[in-house]
């Protein structure tokens, strides 16, 4: 069942039907797991927030989350199902949201980062983040510094151009 085809996974809004299965692999992902709550009131503030999952048949893959502020957006979370990472899922769902913020007129994105996760921050990178700052013991579990990540601009037509290739070239493999 890991074998599948991109075009079998489909992209939705987060709906309190998928927070259980969300939550599972929030719980698998990170040391300090946020609450179902926590979720749950996300998806209330639609307006602001946009909270995504990657699903096929019933089953939730991976989500990502972000919240608009004004004209930036704050790219809260994205997690992918253990068997399920390294097949692009965390990829398509950043374009969903990168995409999403184009639309809704946002400037920047930002996010932060565990210093320690080299393997996030090189995924950023990819979508041509930088590191611009940091925030010392960020993280109470281990009082691990973040580093602040951001994408200026995304709405000038090269970094639109830019996703649309990634997208395009991810899904003609």
Known sequence: MNDFNL?????H??????????????VDT???????????????RRRFNLYLVAKKDNE?????????RSKEGHITTIAVKNRFKRKRIGTILLIYLIKEAIKR??????????????????FYRKFKFS??????????DTNEDALIMAMDNISNSKY????????SDLLNK
Request: hydrophobic share 40%; glycine share 8%.
């Open 105 to 122: 007129g946002l400037v920047n994105l930002y996010l932060e980062v565990r210093e320690s996760n080299k393997i996030a921050q090189e």
């Open 131 to 140: 590191t611009i700052g940091r925030k010392i013991g960020y993280y109470s």
């Open 160 to 167: 639109k151009d830019f996703i649309f290739k990634i997208e």
């Open 13 to 26: 809004k987060m709906k309190f039907g998928d927070v259980d299965q969300v939550y599972a692999i929030e």
């Open 60 to 68: 939730v893959l991976g989500y990502a989350g972000m919240v608009q």
């Open 30 to 44: 990170f040391p300090t797991p946020w609450s179902k709550s926590s979720f749950l009131s996300q998806i209330l």
């Open 7 to 11: 075009d079998e996974i489909k992209i």
